[in-house]
């Protein structure tokens, strides 16, 4: 197994993952580090989109820490809170 998973299998990842939901999941993890059980329990009231940072309340090890936002996670994140 690769250690390193190359940038055509993730485009490919998130181009056949059609569902919004799965594809925004997906994105979290990969372009901002985090693990499910995080992602699970993201709020809205931790995304602060004028900073661009995420709040993760709890994760490992029981510390908050803050994690920088991309744009393009930010518009998707919009467009799933709008379906």
Do not use: W
């Not at 709040?55 to 518009?75: H, T």
């Amino acid at each position: 197994m690769p250690k390193v998973i190359d940038t055509k299998d993730i485009k490919k990842l998130f181009a056949v993952t059609a569902n919004l939901k799965h594809n925004t999941m997906l994105k979290l993890c990969y372009g901002m580090g985090l693990r499910v059980s995080e992602i699970v329990n993201l709020k809205i009231t931790d995304i602060d989109s004028q900073r661009m940072q995420v709040l993760v309340e709890q994760s490992k090890g029981k510390k908050d820490r803050y994690i920088n936002l991309p744009q393009s996670i930010l518009e998707q994140l919009r467009a799933y809170y709008k379906q």
